[in-house]
């Protein structure tokens, strides 16, 4: 069998791509969208006569956007095939794509304004897939429970294992039987870390593999856990309360809100804070909310006897969910105290741009970042406390308190990923590292090599490994 990377390689940690392929065969595992800059982004395009184009079965570890976000050129590009993926990330894919698609015909309509005003005589630019794409792949989505194999095309058979980093997030376990010989691959998908809110832990491999794939997000470092950061954050969120201010958090509506809300009930139901008007400022945030609901048996003990108690939504009865535009228009007239979710998580675009506009200039105003905020983002200025900021196409004077929120990123540590390999380690398998920054992938690797006596590699993008 060989097996090609075609993204989240060569230290790059978004477009995860696997092209499986025997004799028979050829399956994709994850199809993600290249995110970081242009010239990244320019790598998301599936070429007519690329290899990805034609393949028997697609397998889809779970929903984030750098995982699953290049799926629909291939709905372009005619693909009505299978997309194998546990029930939950079906359905949040479904909607992330969904999302992604009409957000994709936005920006290419706003950029041929801007052209046209520009009278430059540039021509027009192309969405880079639209609703109608994802559309066409919906009934080829196929369910794969956890925990029981799929035979997916001839001569391979998958089975998906809980990977904790996402409602429902898989690793998976892929049996390859050709010419009468038989081998194991094994995926890690995104690994999450052990003892996080809301998810299950990740669930270790016992049977061993002939090669497996491991994700290296934090493969040189620990983080510090959401338990060491809360504390800060509460106190952050109850000033604000107190002073009536707004707390705006750049986030999208699939995983690190769903925890914040998980993070929010329990503040109230403990006490720790008294209950102030939520807003989910995402039209797909309805949705989202309703597949959690759909599956508590994929929550940790903790969040299953919350939602069974009915506590988790008596504890969220302030919560309310903006669908139009025009709901989300009408906070900038509301008084505080309120906290609103709203996308794009890095301040890029999306509706946090109107609130940013609207409530900078406010100092009982306060901005909480939950997740990683690039150098030369509006997420970054105002993290590093600029007094006026760019937001969209306007300079806004910045008087808003800001606070960092640590521990969010539902990637395992270096000792979680070690633990991880560890139960495959007795069976010698090749490793792969993929899906990590340099730093990351080698510090890794050298601890692979310390602890299991195991040589790891470190693909590029393109390369292709034999099994
Ligand atoms: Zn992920």
């Known amino acids: 069998m060989r097996i090609t990377i075609h993204g989240a390689a060569g230290g790059v940690v978004t477009g995860s791509a696997y092209l499986l392929e025997t004799g028979t065969s050829r399956i994709l595992i994850d199809c993600g969208m290249f995110s970081g800059g242009r010239k990244l982004e320019s790598a998301n ?82 969405p880079l897939y639209a609703p109608r794409d994802v559309q066409k792949l919906l009934p080829g989505f196929r369910e794969m429970p956890y925990d029981q194999p799929v035979p997916v095309a001839p001569g391979i058979r998958v089975r998906a294992v809980e990977a904790g980093h996402l409602l429902g997030s898989a690793s998976f376990e892929i049996t390859v039987e050709e010419d009468g010989r038989k081998k194991v691959v094994v995926f890690s998908g995104d690994l999450g870390p052990r003892g996080a809110p809301l998810y299950r832990d990740p669930q270790p491999f016992k049977d061993g593999a002939d090669l497996v794939f491991v994700e290296s997000t934090y493969g ?35 995983g690190r809100a769903q925890i914040l809300l998980y993070l929010l009930a329990g503040a109230f139901k403990r006490k720790t804070l008294k209950p102030f008007p939520i807003f989910l400022d995402s039209p797909m945030g309805i949705k989202i909310a309703e597949t959690y609901r759909g599956h508590p048996e994929l929550f940790d003990e903790e969040a299953i006897a919350m939602y069974r108690s009915g506590e988790l939504a008596a504890n969220l009865r302030t919560l309310e969910v903006c669908r139009t535009a025009t709901e989300s228009a009408a ?137």
């Open 220 to 254: 040189d470092r620990e983080h510090p856990t959401l338990a060491q950061h809360a504390v800060a954050a509460r106190e952050a969120v109850g000033s604000a309360v107190e002073q009536g201010g707004r707390i705006l958090v750049p986030v999208s509506a699939v």
């Open 331 to 467: 906070l900038a007239r509301k008084k505080g105290p309120f906290l609103v979710l709203a996308g794009s998580a890095m301040c890029t675009g999306g509706r946090i741009m109107q609130h940013l506009q609207n409530h900078l200039p406010d100092p009982t105003t306060l901005v909480m970042m939950v997740g990683y905020q690039s150098r030369g983002s509006v997420g970054r200025a105002i993290a590093d406390g600029d007094r006026s900021v760019r937001v969209g196409s306007r300079s806004v004077a910045n008087a808003a308190k800001s606070h960092v929120l640590g521990g969010m990123s539902g990637h395992a540590g270096q000792a979680e990923l070690l633990d991880w390999i560890g139960t495959l380690a007795p069976s010698r398998p090749g490793v792969v590292i993929t899906h990590g920054e340099d730093e990351a992938r080698t510090a890794l690797a050298a601890k692979i090599k310390e602890r299991f006596g195991l040589a790891s590699r470190m693909p590029a993008q393109g390369e292709t490994i034999e099994a």
């Open 45 to 126: 395009r599936v070429p007519r006569n690329g290899p990805l184009r034609k393949c028997d079965a697609v397998l889809l570890t779970h929903a984030h956007i750098d995982h699953t976000g290049r799926l629909p050129l291939l709905g372009r590009l005619g693909y009505d095939g299978p997309v194998y993926a546990t029930p939950a990330t079906l359905q949040l894919t479904a909607e992330i794509l969904r999302d992604a698609a009409h957000a994709q015909v936005e920006d290419a309509r706003r950029e041929n304004r801007r052209r046209r005003q520009r009278g430059a005589g540039k021509p027009d630019v192309e």
